[in-house]
């Protein structure tokens, strides 16, 4: 490991006030920004600001008090190991790096390399590794505080790649995906193991397990805490269904089926008052009411649009509107709005390509594709409205980018690299 001072980070930490984006999705895992203005404009070429190489990886970033967090694959005395990087958000220099797991070597589209955003939680980092290693490291320097593996300790399936006996599971085919999330005390990870313990509830500060529950094997969607129908849960899109576990005990309180060909749940759950809106490819978008019923919970089917057939990127939930992709068409891909309260695509336009990253701010939409191109859409169900659009801001990446004080940080994901690590000067 190499760091510079602890004194360094606790200069950046109380210096800087920029927005923070400390997980998968930002402040509230809903692709909203907070506390900045809107953008009125793209510039027609951004300065960078700086740029750095950057090692192999998918995941997503996370910063938080002037830190950057981006996880990538390095190369340690020749073997391969996924890290945590922190880097000062102004000068774009390196605080600290860390590995915290072997990297497992996909030959796919996507490369070898992390495939979740890191997780901060105050002075706490956590980490996923695409092989289902689970680590909590501080902040503060990146020492390794406790680790968990989803296949030893919670009996979760690893085959990698395309070994026999994996079409089971999803996330031994792509890695581990589905991000962790956490509540004050606890972390809830979907560990997968179909055993008892698809999804995990442990410490935070400790690892120490509280409780497991469920037997589906984990897919690729993210975790969503929240409360429906008065009842504190986690909501866990797994390979086959979709399901809303009791945050204090593990119970599971009610289910959805939402299988599709390849086991490939991606779209985290969106949730708002008592209802869950998700999509796959394969069924569609549809969303649920829950309900108390006796001693559990039901979901009850509110509409399904089965033409919004989205495959990768979560939308945003903007004033009763969902804005993302809808059915994917390779470079050709439609954008969709669409009513969140009815299901009905009030427009789509095509020329996106088959991800898109989606953040929300003011009455604005920043739109980064997986081709590298950046849009500046108006968040109106009207109409398709594009207010400015940035070609080859970045080379092919699926990571979600950060942006923050009108700064946009863009992590390549080639699979030759040459991936780099871009502050883009927006506004």
Known sequence: MKHLSTFLFLTIAVS??????????????????HGEPALAKLPAKPATLWQIPIGKGQGGLALAKGVLIVLSEVSVYGNPKEAATAINIVTGKQI?????????????????????????????????????DLVCMTMARGKILWRKNYAKDFGAKWFGGNA???????????????????????????????????????EKKTGNLVWKSGTDYAAYSGLMRGTLAGVEQIVMVTAANMI?????DGKKLWSVPVKTGAARNIVTPILHGDTVTVASHTVGTFQVRIRNSGSGQTAEEIWRNRDARTNITTPVLKDGFLYGLGASRGRNSEFVCINHKTGKTEWSERGFTDYASVISMG????VHGSRGTVTLLKATPKKFNQLGRIQNASQTSWTFPVYSAGVLYVKDGLRDGKNKLTALKLR
């Open 96 to 132: 600290w790096w860390n590995t915290y797991a072997p990297s497992w070597q996909y030959t796919n589209v996507y490369g070898p390399g992390p495939r979740t955003a890191p997780l901060i939680d105050g002075d706490l980092l956590f980490c996923q590794s695409a092989a289902g």
């Open 164 to 202: 026999p006996g994996s079409s089971g599971t999803a996330a031994s085919r792509h890695g581990n995906n589905g991000q962790p999330v956490t509540d004050a005390k606890y972390i809830y990870a979907p560990a997968g193991g179909h055993t008892g313990a698809s999804l995990v509830c442990l």
């Open 244 to 248: 809303g576990y009791r945050a204090k």
């Open 363 to 366: 009455d604005t939409l920043l």
């Open 16 to 33: 800087l006030s920029a927005g923070d984006w400390p997980q998968w999705r930002g402040v509230n895992r809903d692709g909203i920004l």
